[in-house]
T-cell receptor, first 110, second 114 residues
Framework: GEDVEQSLFLSVREGDSSVINCTYT??????LYWYKQEPGAGLQLLTY?????DMKQDQRLTVLLNKKDKHLSLRIADTQTGDSAIYFC??????????FGAGTTVTVRA | GAVVSQHPSRVICKSGTSVKIECRSL??????MFWYRQFPKQSLMLMAT?????????EQGVEKDKFLINHASLTLSTLTVTSAHPEDSSFYIC??????????FGEGSRLTVL
């Protein structure tokens, strides 16, 4: 089964906020990441959060971590058309390997 | 930020031939590099972990003789898909780890085997 789970699709109106949710299973994960992938491109690191943090904000991006429930979310404020992409959450294990979710396809409509 | 370069970005080859994909860390020394495979509309699957100067560690189910990984220097790792077949067509992505554990990804290489 999947170690990291995400919803597969999200449609949002331009200007609204997007919230992408993710659950993970490894309680020993040290870092949790959000990556963005545009069509045909590699992964772009958006942000990450250390496991002892509850929240991290970076411009339009806010990451919330509920370690008790092993739940991670990414909020994108004022979503723009350029935010349309696939977003992957990932947990980092002790050996630096990342375990990825299946990705959430975000579609921004005008 | 740190840059990881993959080459080629796209390659088309005939069935039965071998293809080499390079992954370079341009401005840092990568103690460890990882190779991932991504099928269409799916997540990334870790194939192997490569440490400079030693043999790669392959994940379960990944054929070592099929996917040859060489990490000859602290800035270069290569993935060779040997005797490629259409089912090997995929998007291959590498990532490189700094000594402090930061990970940076390449742009990926799309392999199409005819």
């Amino acid at each position: 089964g999947e170690d990291v789970e995400q919803s597969l699709f999200l449609s949002v109106r331009e200007g609204d906020s997007s919230v992408i949710n993710c659950t993970y299973t490894d309680s020993s994960s040290t870092y949790l990441y959000w990556y963005k992938q545009e069509p045909g491109a590699g992964l772009q690191l958006l942000t990450y959060i250390f496991s002892n943090m509850d929240m991290k904000q970076d411009q339009r991006l806010t990451v919330l971590l509920n370690k008790k429930d092993k739940h991670l979310s990414l909020r994108i404020a004022d979503t723009q058309t350029g935010d349309s992409a696939i977003y992957f959450c990932a947990e980092r294990r002790d050996d630096y390997k990342l375990s990825f979710g299946a990705g959430t396809t975000v579609t921004v409509r005008a | 930020g740190a840059v990881v370069s993959q080459h080629p970005s796209r390659v088309i080859c005939k069935s039965g031939t071998s293809v080499k994909i390079e992954c370079r860390s341009l401005d840092f020394q990568a103690t460890t590099m990882f190779w991932y495979r991504q099928f269409p509309k799916q997540s990334l699957m870790l194939m192997a972990t490569s440490n400079e100067g030693s043999k790669a560690t392959y994940e379960q189910g990944v054929e070592k003789d099929k996917f040859l990984i060489n990490h000859a220097s602290l800035t270069l790792s290569t993935l060779t898909v040997t005797s490629a077949h259409p089912e090997d067509s995929s998007f291959y992505i590498c990532s490189a780890s700094t000594v402090t554990g930061e990970l940076f990804f390449g742009e990926g290489s799309r392999l199409t085997v005819l």
